[in-house]
């Protein structure tokens, strides 16, 4: 079973168009969205009909969250008045551009996905959150306490979690069991299509691959592939500094952070 | 209540004693640091806690960070609530919002944490 999963398109048509390209070559057999289709760039609409139009399941992150309900909050935890006065540009374009039909889709999009398979013996259960299991916009970043994650993970019944929201990706393998009995969990954040912040300014997406013997008793039977792609970063920046978007967003595209 | 009757650690932990039973939790300035409490590790009722040690975390939405006990001592209580209700701690640090009840080793040594208002200056202090 070989699954593509992709996240924080952040209304960025040219990066998604690339994605769509880049992913055509790996002939999976499922595509999943994980949100935050909205927001710091101009493109809010074209990319929700994009992804509505290839009926790919998606769930809701917390722009699209806070998109669909007519606020002016994206739950993005701003640290600075600068960041957050950027951050009001930006929620107020969406909301000006959006029309009543996509924005009324991101209403109705939900919170999380779960697919149980029956493998073997065991049941292998797989969590597509946006931010975190509890919270749509808790970050989880690749430092994050062993402990914290795994009582994350526990909590959640997750055997494979997935998330995005901090547009840096990593796959961390941790066991819950012991050396007689182990049982391992993968986090896996799948980093973002249209707004990187791990310093690497090309799209980020991940291709989930296991088989019919993989278990949580062996950490290798589930494996996960990042797949980096170019696209026209300056047509997507150049959109930015064009509208009344901070041109901090068009450098953030063209740095990757 | 009156912060004046409390002591502060310049770890941002707030303590109050009553009789031999103190009462911790953290200071306003540290919550709204932290931002939206998502999760709260507390310790179990009976473990022992060396001054300045980590007793707990506070998880938020984009960070984690551990709670240091403020002075040495039994832990005799802990905010069941916040497990339901971890935002507790944000939206009334210093009532609602507590985290353990302790018995101090040395009681005596709350007089070599600081008052509200040598807390308030530091926090004034550390946002300039």
């Known amino acids: 079973m070989k699954i593509i999963l992709f996240s924080d398109v952040h209304a960025n048509l040219p990066a998604l168009r690339a994605f769509f390209a880049d992913a055509e070559r790996h002939s999976a057999d499922a595509i999943y969205c994980l949100g935050d289709l909205v927001g710091y760039n101009i493109w809010p609409n074209e990319v929700i009909e994009a992804v509505r139009s290839r009926r790919i399941s998606t769930i809701a992150g917390n722009y699209d969250f806070g998109i669909g309900r007519h606020s002016d909050d994206c739950g993005c935890a701003y640290k600075t008045d600068e960041e957050r006065a950027n951050g009001a540009i930006s929620i107020s374009l969406t909301n000006e551009l959006i029309n009543d039909d996509n924005r009324t889709y991101l209403r109705t999009l939900p919170a999380h996905i779960r697919l149980d398979f029956q493998l073997n013996d065991e049941t292998l259960s797989l969590l597509l959150v946006h931010g975190s299991p509890r919270r749509i916009n808790e970050y989880l970043f690749e430092d994050r306490s062993e402990n914290s994650l795994l009582r994350i993970l526990k909590g959640a019944d997750a055997d494979i979690l997935c998330f995005g929201h901090t547009h840096q990706p990593f796959h961390r393998i941790l066991n819950s069991g012991d050396d007689n009995r182990p049982h391992f969990r993968h986090a896996i954040n799948i980093g973002s299509v249209g707004k990187p912040k791990d ?48 041109d901090a967003y068009a450098e953030n595209l063209r740095n990757g952070y | 209540m009156a912060t004046d009757q409390l002591y502060f650690s310049p770890e941002h932990t707030w303590i109050r004693l009553e009789g031999d039973s103190a009462t911790v939790g953290i200071s306003s300035f540290a919550q709204d640091e932290l931002g939206e409490i998502v999760y709260v590790e507390l310790p179990r009722v009976g473990e022992t806690f060396q001054r300045d040690e980590v007793f707990g975390s506070l998880e938020s939405l984009k960070t984690i960070s551990d709670l240091f006990m403020p002075l040495a001592g039994e832990v005799t209580g802990v905010n069941q609530q916040l497990a339901d209700e971890p935002t507790l701690v944000n939206e009334q640090p210093f009532t609602v919002g507590w985290l353990i009840k302790f018995r101090p080793d040395k009681p005596e040594g709350l007089h070599e944490l600081l008052t509200a208002e040598a807390y308030n200056r530091l926090t004034k202090d550390q946002e300039n």
């Open chain 1, 199 to 246: 310093r690497d300014n090309r799209g980020t997406y991940a291709i989930l691959e296991f088989s019919e013997s993989s278990s949580v008793l062996d950490s290798n039977s589930v494996t996960v592939t990042f797949v980096k792609f170019d696209y026209d970063v300056e047509t997507a920046a150049r959109a930015v500094e064009e509208s009344r978007l901070p």
